[in-house]
C-alpha cells in the first residue's frame, strides 16, 4: 500500500480497502475512485442504503451488482411499508367483504429477500469486524443463546441454594 493515497484520477491500482476509513470486503483488485454513484432509479431508502454502505466499504464489481439490488430491495420494503400505513391491515376485497392486507406477507417476504442478499456481501459484524459465513454466523448465535441459558440455570441453581 502506498504511503499516500493517490487522486482518483491518477488511475492507480490498489488492494480493496485501501482508502482511509474504508474496510476491505474482497481480496479483488479494484480501481481507487471516488465512492461510486447510486444506480438510476434508486428511492430514498435505495439511495440511504447505497450510501451508508459504499462510505464504509468497497465493492468488487460482482458486490457492486448485489449491493444496486439489495438497495432495490429496500425501496421497495420501504414503498410496501407506506402502503401499508395508507391502507392498513384490513382492507375490502373483490366481494366487498373486510380481508387481511396481502402487504403484510409481501413486507415479511421482502424483509428475508433483503438479509439473505445482504448476507451474500459478508459484511463484516459490527462488534468484532470479522466477517462470518451464513453458517458460521448460525452457530455464534447457537453457542451464545446456549451459554445463556447455561449461565441462568446456574444462577437459579444458586438463587435455590
Given at each position: 500500500?502506498?504511503?499516500?493515497?493517490?487522486?482518483?484520477?491518477?488511475?492507480?491500482?490498489?488492494?480493496?480497502?485501501?482508502?482511509?476509513?474504508r474496510r476491505e470486503l474482497s481480496s479483488h483488485m479494484v480501481e481507487v475512485s471516488k465512492v461510486p454513484k447510486a444506480p438510476p432509479g434508486l428511492g430514498v431508502a435505495g439511495k440511504a442504503l447505497w450510501k451508508q454502505l459504499t462510505d464504509v466499504y468497497s465493492f468488487d464489481t460482482?458486490?457492486?451488482?448485489?449491493?444496486?439490488?439489495?438497495?432495490?430491495?429496500?425501496?421497495?420494503?420501504a414503498e410496501l411499508e407506506n402502503q401499508l400505513r395508507a391502507d392498513g391491515l384490513i382492507v375490502v376485497g373483490v366481494a366487498g367483504q373486510e380481508r387481511l392486507s396481502p402487504i403484510p406477507a409481501e413486507l415479511r417476504a421482502g424483509r428475508l429477500a433483503l438479509s439473505r442478499l445482504l448476507g451474500e456481501l459478508h459484511l463484516p459484524a459490527e462488534n468484532t469486524g470479522r466477517v462470518l459465513s451464513p453458517r458460521s454466523a448460525r452457530a455464534s448465535h447457537a453457542a451464545s443463546s446456549r451459554w445463556t441459558r447455561v449461565r441462568r440455570e446456574a444462577a437459579e441453581r444458586a438463587e435455590g441454594a
Amino acid at each position: 500500500v502506498p504511503s499516500r493515497v493517490p487522486a482518483p484520477s491518477e488511475g492507480v491500482w490498489l488492494a480493496v480497502g485501501a482508502l482511509p476509513g474504508r474496510r476491505e470486503l474482497s481480496s479483488h483488485m479494484v480501481e481507487v475512485s471516488k465512492v461510486p454513484k447510486a444506480p438510476p432509479g434508486l428511492g430514498v431508502a435505495g439511495k440511504a442504503l447505497w450510501k451508508q454502505l459504499t462510505d464504509v466499504y468497497s465493492f468488487d464489481t460482482r458486490e457492486m451488482i448485489t449491493l444496486g439490488i439489495v438497495c432495490r430491495q429496500a425501496d421497495m420494503i420501504a414503498e410496501l411499508e407506506n402502503q401499508l400505513r395508507a391502507d392498513g391491515l384490513i382492507v375490502v376485497g373483490v366481494a366487498g367483504q373486510e380481508r387481511l392486507s396481502p402487504i403484510p406477507a409481501e413486507l415479511r417476504a421482502g424483509r428475508l429477500a433483503l438479509s439473505r442478499l445482504l448476507g451474500e456481501l459478508h459484511l463484516p459484524a459490527e462488534n468484532t469486524g470479522r466477517v462470518l459465513s451464513p453458517r458460521s454466523a448460525r452457530a455464534s448465535h447457537a453457542a451464545s443463546s446456549r451459554w445463556t441459558r447455561v449461565r441462568r440455570e446456574a444462577a437459579e441453581r444458586a438463587e435455590g441454594a
